[in-house]
T-cell receptor
């Protein structure tokens, strides 16, 4: 069973740039959620994708966007980077996004915006 | 709206002693409650969950949690702490929708 993998592990960008983060979901999972974890805080929900459609969104501006591909892997895109976007970005997959399902997390991408 | 509160930033306990990490929640419908653990530079790992049924839930690594509906709490417990339990612990809740909400986390430090 392949776990959730994220790339890259670390990334440094400057303010105003754009970034794309990638996630491969666990084998057999069709739902991917993205979270932002700022230093010293809990993960904040960005959005969820289920079978290539956005299934729900948290309180993040439109410059945070995503995609899910037919193989259920996913991308998180952030445009016009701001200093406050510096955080650990976590991808989590689950089987069907159904009630009470646990989330399987990747190790995250540490984004630093200078 | 859903919310989770973890009132303690850090919990210190001696190895071999029982530990409790506190969590209270707010959700409009039936709560689905989780505990996750995070080690340095890693993603979160699932420990246990409460969906329905028995209020005492047993999970990984000897951890358990007690659901208390009247107090809207879901405290994490372990009878005998290990140094290797030292990590960051997150309580999470969902009302069955697409969003899982996490608390701010509690750092557990177990001293040898």
């Amino acid at each position: 069973e392949t776990g959730v993998t994220q790339s890259p592990t670390h990334l440094i960008k400057t303010r105003g740039q754009q970034v794309t983060l990638r996630c491969s979901s666990q084998s057999g999972h069709n739902t991917v959620s993205w979270y932002q974890q700022a230093l010293g805080q809990g993960p904040q929900f960005i959005f969820q994708y289920y079978r290539e459609e956005e299934n729900g969104r948290g309180n993040f501006p439109p410059r945070f966007s995503g995609l899910q591909f037919p193989n259920y892997s996913s991308e998180l895109n952030v445009n016009a980077l701001e200093l406050d976007d510096s955080a650990l970005y976590l991808c989590a997959s689950s089987g069907t996004g159904g009630v009470g399902e646990k989330l399987f997390f990747g190790s995250g991408t540490q984004l630093s915006v200078l | 709206a859903q919310s989770v509160a973890q009132p303690e930033d850090q919990v210190n306990v001696a190895e071999g002693n029982p530990l409790t990490v506190k969590c209270t929640y707010s959700v409009s419908g039936n709560p689905y409650l989780f505990w996750y653990v995070q080690y340095p530079n890693r993603g979160l790992q699932f420990l246990l969950k409460y969906i329905t049924g028995d209020n005492l839930v047993k999970g990984s690594y000897g951890f358990e949690a007690e659901f208390n509906k009247s107090q809207t709490s879901f405290h994490l417990k372990k009878p005998s702490a290990l140094v290797s339990d030292s990590a960051l612990y997150f309580c999470a809740v969902t009302d069955g929708g697409f969003k899982t909400i996490f608390g701010a986390g509690t750092r557990l430090f177990v001293k040898a």
